[in-house]
């Protein structure tokens, strides 16, 4: 009886083993994917309610998943096609105008006045060599067009898995879901209230943050407009990408702006885009994002500001996302042992 035990659990412990094992190699064959995998889940949960209302009208799964496909595709490629010609143009419009002769003129007159930045600029100057930074910058662009090739095949494979995935998310998340609960070493309540909470952090942290984004990106692009910066457009955009980087993204914009104008002449320009950009612009989510998220996420606003800081050093830009989403996986599963241990559960609030 003895022996029949001891086999018993040497068998466990063999069986614990490889899957473990098995489980660390199938997290080394997605990792490459990674961002793929969260782009999909997260347009899947984003889009979640529109395709719930197709599904409705088209009966058959695969028709409605490839429909929605086909609608998520139109909905960003055709505004991204227009919006990247858009920029393409005003970045040479931008080019240009740092070229001309009102604007070489300009920044001698600032040189003129100002003695020792006119002397460190010479400094700089004499000490480039042309024909050595030309073969310095050839040998450069050649070292990196391999990267770069490699890079674009990369984003294409990304883009092309993380559609091929979302089709699967909108046809079969039923299946999915009870994938996951099955996974769970959780009761089936506490499975459910966990990826509840996932599902609204994922949809309420992306949605708020590109909107409040989108909204910092308008107002320092009527800022740059009234001014009279050139490529309203393409700096707006830049704007609203940086401000995706919470409480100074946005300054990583503007500021340089606000330099140029004071440099080129424009001190009134210059002072006025400080104000509105330090004041309005990248204070703004301060009071938008915990109003749009906060409530429902039923975090602290330094907490989530934390999480999503934490979540970028970790994660890159994907960390926007998976920073709350750990946060509110940590929270979850913290209430789940003080209500399994009989301690009143601790809701801490905006």
């Not at 400094?123 to 050839?138: E, F, L, M, R, W």
């Not at 079969?172 to 009761?187: C, G, M, N, Q, Y």
Request: glycine share 10%.
């Amino acid at each position: 009886m003895a022996t029949s035990s001891e086999e018993t659990t040497w068998k466990q412990i063999t069986l614990f083993l490889l899957t473990f094992s098995s489980v660390i190699v199938c997290a080394l064959l997605l990792w490459p994917f990674f961002g793929a995998i969260v782009g999909a889940i997260v347009l899947a949960v984003i889009t979640q309610h529109p395709y719930d209302w197709l599904a409705t009208k088209i009966r058959n799964r695969s028709a409605a998943a490839a429909l929605g496909l086909a609608l998520v595709l139109l909905a960003f490629v055709v505004p991204g096609f227009f919006l990247a010609q858009n920029i393409g143009k005003q970045a040479i419009a931008v080019v240009s105008t740092v070229r001309n002769d009102a604007t070489q003129e300009k920044f001698s007159e600032f040189l003129g006045g100002h003695p020792a930045a006119a002397s460190r600029v010479e400094v700089v100057s004499n000490s480039i060599d042309p024909g050595h930074a030309a073969q310095a910058a050839a040998a450069y662009v050649g070292s990196k067009i391999g990267g770069l090739l490699g890079n674009s095949v990369r984003l294409i494979t990304q883009l092309v898995v993380m559609l091929f995935l979302l089709f699967f998310l909108f046809r079969d998340r039923s299946l999915a879901l009870t994938f996951l609960h099955s996974l769970l070493p959780l009761r089936t309540e506490e499975s459910s209230e966990l990826l509840t909470r996932v599902g609204d952090t994922i949809f309420t942290t992306a949605l708020g943050r590109l909107a409040v984004a989108g909204v910092q990106g308008v107002l320092i692009g009527l800022a740059f407009w009234v001014l009279g910066v050139p490529g309203v457009i393409l700096w707006a955009f830049t704007t609203a990408v940086m401000a995706m980087i919470p409480a100074f993204g946005t300054l990583l914009v503007w500021g340089p702006i606000a330099i140029y104008l004071g440099i080129s002449g424009h001190w009134g320009k210059a002072l006025l885009l400080v104000v509105w950009g330090g004041v309005i612009v990248s204070t703004i989510d301060n009071f938008l994002y915990p109003i749009l998220v906060g409530t429902r996420l039923r975090s602290h606003t330094a907490t989530i500001l934390i999480s999503i800081l934490g979540g970028i050093a970790l994660f890159g830009i994907m960390g926007v996302i998976l920073g709350p989403v750990f946060f509110t996986i940590a929270s979850t599963l913290l209430e789940f042992w003080r209500a399994r241990t009989g301690n009143s559960s601790i809701q801490i609030s905006s």
